[in-house]
């Protein structure tokens, strides 16, 4: 014991005379608040000063508040650094006190040398971050199935389908690195570029006024390239998708090539309808489906440019599309009762094609520290050729022919600026504009002239009240203006506003809620005022005076993120004032299928969502339960009640990968197509990746057969009660295969939007 007292008193002296001698001469400090990018104070972020050749330390306290003190001297170096965020460095004057605030920015996350084995889960004022474990990346093919494998509560994956939505209803935005993407170009990531996910269910800044918004965040690179090939083939039926996709990075410059190719059908028999027609005389019609045979193609190529700099990034786009509906021929056995028109044969005969080039603009500027400011430009262009013939053999034939040049241009301006350390502003300007113009031939003949308009202006204000509650308000409205034809122009002016909520539960938890006003816009085609006919006793008609309808809604939704266990809840309501709905009237002796806005919609929706995570993440469980009630109003009213439950499972060993999921029957009410009823719905997957190459295999109501939708409504003149069979909806056998090579440096998987359709105004019977 005494041996080892001398060296330890002497040791002590030894540390502790110098640190005295250095807290004699500390004679300056420096204080301040530290923050990151939301205005948010940061606590422990370490804070060195160099001060000639002593060095000083210190880390900030509550609420990003910090002292330092140090020895004087001409000049300073201080610098700030946290875990997960870039390094902030200034050198100052060091002769007296010195009032420093400073701004930390998030960096990208980089584990390419570090294999996650536990997901992480991070939660701050309300944004939730997900990063990847790497069997939940081996076990994706792109950026939706990789959605999947996380199992956000509150969101809901379709593993075959690709199908992605809100579970409470509400609109979801997609983004990469910030930039408002479509669903494809999510299909396009490659998920070993994903950094991590985020998720925020009251976004703010650029993206104020969303409901909901999910950003992938990527690797960033500056050398080498890429080769991708991937392909989908369904194997009971004529169903597949193939591309290419090859991209190179020089510096701060990326370009990317796309093709790609796909191909549909399908031959159904057994569907069939009974409908009821009150004319002169009234008559019910009976249809049963002999033989369907349908066909589709579609081929796209895009080049990209992307440009980043140290404060914006630029992106040109130019993509062709080009699809066919070369065959469309539906058989049909008709029998009428009492016996108005004779029993028959029926052929329906439908050819489309389209040929659409698009381009598209964005560029984001980061002005300053408390700045930013994006705008993107997007042009459309379609020119749709519709045909349409129906024959029955004891009737006279009836054919509709159209010919379409479609224009559509999109411009969004958005800049957002925080203010003070509490306070955010942002403002959308966002106009569109659409023109159609269509020459109808045929049975009869016409010409449509369609023109759209709208201004949007949304400027939102963001509080926060300290570090757990935070109020956004939006003051925004709607200028909408269209013509018909000769008609006269349309103008309307509507408001709206919008107030979003967040309330820090706990370190892991949080509530937020938003209650909205807004405008639904009637399609394009329903505002058609062309008239087609769809057998010689039956018209469709669009209607020009439909009312714009009048949204409101409103949702509460609480999320718990856990280790192991993670819960989603909400409530949510959608009411839309004079609801745009089909509509049937007898006229002239014939049925007349027209739209009007008659009556209102009113949708309850409330429901849990709770994943559970075990086997160390490898084995994830998924269950949501909700109850939706739909009112509408008007000349037909009707109730709907039904219960919803849906259940996923994912499971991981080694490089392989297993999936599945089960949808209860739904029963649902549309203001179109009125009341419809789906059977359960179920799937299957089971993958293997690894160093590239990625091979999955699986199937959809294997055990079903042909999927068979019920939908029935009556209306006073007419009613329907059908059953419709699709092979590209029911039974399905499919595998996925894709394998990918870097060249040079791994490099970031540029993604891309690729519209395969066209968008058009066509009245189409």
């Known amino acids: 014991m005494k041996n080892l007292f001398i060296p330890l008193i002497t040791a ?15 004679t300056a400090t420096m204080t301040g608040r530290v923050s990151n990018e939301s205005g948010k104070g940061m606590q422990g972020v370490n804070i060195i000063v160099k001060s000639g050749n002593q060095t000083f330390g210190a880390t900030s306290g509550r609420n990003g508040l910090y002292e330092i003190g140090f020895a004087k001297t001409d000049t300073i170096t201080a610098t700030f650094s946290y875990v997960g965020y870039g390094e902030y460095s200034a050198t100052l004057p060091g002769d007296g006190h010195i009032k420093r605030d400073v701004t930390l920015r998030r960096k990208s996350i980089m584990l390419d040398e570090v294999e996650v084995s536990q997901q992480t889960v991070s939660v701050e004022k309300g944004n939730v ?29 379709n593993p075959v389908t690709g199908e992605v939505k809100a579970v409470d209803r509400t609109a979801l935005t997609f983004c990469i690195d910030g930039r408002e993407v479509g669903l494809q170009e999510i299909s396009r990531l490659r998920p070993k570029d994903v950094a ?50 090859g991209s190179f ?12 190719s796909s191909f549909g059908g399908d031959d159904t028999a057994g569907s069939g309808s009974t409908e009821s027609y009150n004319l002169t005389p009234a008559f019910t019609k009976t249809s049963v489906t002999d033989k369907t ?41 008709v029998k009428y009762s009492p016996s108005v028109y004779p029993a028959s044969n029926a052929v329906t005969d439908i050819y489309q094609r389209a040929i659409a080039p698009q381009l598209y603009l964005y560029h984001n500027i980061r002005l300053n520290d408390r700045q930013n400011f994006y705008w993107n430009l997007t042009y459309d262009y379609a020119r749709n050729v519709y045909r349409r013939s129906y024959a029955e053999s004891a009737l006279q034939p009836v054919t509709s022919n159209a010919k379409e040049n479609y224009h559509m241009l999109d411009l969004k301006l958005n800049y957002a600026i925080t203010v ?37 202006i949304y400027p939102t204000y963001t509080h926060y009240f300290g ?114 709905r089909n509509w049937y009237m007898a006229e002239g002796g014939k049925l007349v299928r027209t739209y009007i806005t008659d009556g209102d919609y009113h949708s309850y929706t409330l429901g849990l969502s709770g994943v559970l995570m075990l086997l160390g993440n490898s084995l994830q469980l998924k269950v949501d339960a909700g109850l939706n009630n739909i009112d509408m109003t008007g000349s037909l009213r009707h109730s709907l009640h039904t219960p919803v439950l849906q259940t996923a499972v994912y499971y991981a060993t080694g490089h392989f990968s297993f999936s599945g999921y089960y949808n209860t029957p739904r029963k649902g009410l549309d203001p179109q197509t009125g009341f419809l009823k789906t059977k359960c719905d179920y799937g299957l997957t089971a993958a293997w990746g690894n160093k590239g190459l990625f091979v999955q295999v699986g199937c959809r109501r294997i055990f079903g057969g042909k999927d ?47 519209n395969k359709g066209a968008a058009s105004g066509i009245l189409k019977p």
């Open 12 to 26: 002590i002296f030894t540390f502790a005379f110098p640190l005295h001698i250095s807290a004699q001469v500390k």
């Open 129 to 157: 971050k997900f990063i990847p474990t790497k069997r939940q990346k081996d076990g994706a093919m792109n950026g939706i199935s990789l959605l999947y494998n996380l199992m956000i509560p509150q969101i809901d994956v």
């Open 196 to 245: 991590y996910v985020e998720y925020d269910d009251h976004p703010t800044g650029l993206f104020a006024g969303r409901d909901k918004v999910v950003n992938y965040v990527t690797r960033k690179y500056d050398s080498g390239g890429y080769v991708d090939a991937r392909t989908n083939t369904h194997v009971l039926f004529g169903q597949g998708d193939y591309s290419v996709q």
């Open 249 to 260: 990075d020089k510096g701060n410059v990326n370009l990317l090539a796309v093709a790609g």
């Open 293 to 333: 045979e349908s066909r589709s193609l579609a081929d796209f190529g895009l080049l990209q440019a992307t440009v980043r700099g140290k404060r914006s990034t630029f992106t040109a786009r130019a993509q062709l599309a080009w699809n066919e509906t070369p065959k469309g021929v539906t058989e049909e056995t």
């Open 420 to 456: 003070g350390k509490s306070d955010r502003f942002s403002l959308l300007v966002w106009n569109g504009y659409t023109n159609s113009r269509t020459d109808y031939y045929g049975t009869t003949g016409s010409r449509q002239r369609l023109d759209t308009y709208d201004l949007l």
């Open 467 to 580: 570090r757990k509650f935070m109020m956004s308000l939006q003051l925004g409205f709607d200028v909408n203006t269209y013509k018909v034809n000769d008609e006269k122009r349309v103008t309307k002016l509507w408001p709206r506003p919008r107030l979003n909520g967040n309330i820090q539960t706990s370190g892991s938890s949080n509530i937020a809620f938003n209650v909205m006003m807004g405008t639904v816009s009637p399609q394009l085609s329903m505002l058609n005022g062309a008239e087609q006919y769809i057998s010689s006793y039956e018209v469709m008609r669009g209607n020009p005076s439909l009312a714009t309808g009048k949204l409101i809604q409103g949702n509460v939704s609480y999320g718990k993120y856990m280790r192991n266990v993670r819960l989603g809840a909400y409530v949510f309501y959608k009411g839309v004032i004079d609801q745009a």
């Open 708 to 754: 068979d939708v019920r939908s029935y409504y009556g209306y006073a003149d007419y009613s329907f009660n059908r059953h419709t069979l699709s092979r590209t909806n029911g039974q399905a056998v499919f595998v996925n295969v894709s394998y990918s090579f870097d060249f040079g440096r791994k490099v970031k998987r540029e993604s891309v939007n690729i």
